[in-house]
C-alpha cells in the first residue's frame, strides 16, 4: 500500500511553468508504476501521462508531448511533473496514481490516488 500526497500547484500565467511533486509514503514506493491526471470542472479525468516503475519509459497525452516531462526519484519516493509553456486549457485538479501493473490508461483502472493539487492558468 502506498499514500500519496502531491504538490506544486498553483495559479501562472498561459505560457509559464510550473513542477508538481508527488511523494509517496511506504517502503515499496519503487515497485509502482506512476502516472498524473488531471480533471476540469465539468469534464472527466484524463490521463497526462506515466512512466515505468524504474524510471526507464514513461509516456504522454498527446496533447502535453512537447511541452510536459515526468521523472521520478526512487530515494527520494518522488514523481514529477514538469509543465512548461502552460495554456488555458490545462487548468484542472492534477492528481497522481499508483499501479502495480500499468497497462490501462484509464483513470477508471483500480490503483492509488493523491488528493489532488490545483493548477490554474490565466489567460
Known amino acids: 500500500q502506498v499514500q500519496l500526497v502531491e504538490s506544486g500547484g498553483g495559479l501562472v500565467q498561459a505560457g509559464g511553468s510550473l513542477r508538481l511533486s508527488c511523494v509517496g509514503s511506504?517502503?515499496?514506493?519503487?515497485?509502482?508504476?506512476m502516472g498524473w491526471f488531471r480533471q476540469a470542472p465539468g469534464n472527466e479525468r484524463e490521463f497526462v501521462g506515466r512512466?515505468?516503475?524504474?524510471?526507464?519509459?514513461?509516456v504522454l497525452a498527446d496533447s502535453v508531448k512537447g511541452r510536459f516531462t515526468i521523472s521520478r526519484d526512487n530515494a527520494a519516493k518522488t514523481v514529477y511533473l514538469q509543465m512548461n509553456s502552460l495554456k488555458v486549457e490545462d487548468t484542472g485538479v492534477y492528481y497522481c496514481?499508483?499501479?502495480?501493473?500499468?497497462?490501462?490508461?484509464?483513470?477508471?483502472?483500480?490503483?492509488?490516488w493523491g488528493q489532488g493539487t490545483q493548477v490554474t492558468v490565466s489567460s
Open positions: 496514481a499508483a499501479r502495480t501493473s500499468w497497462t490501462d490508461d484509464r483513470a477508471s483502472v483500480s490503483g492509488y
Open positions: 511506504g517502503r515499496t514506493f519503487s515497485i509502482y508504476s
Open positions: 512512466i515505468s516503475a524504474r524510471g526507464s519509459s514513461t
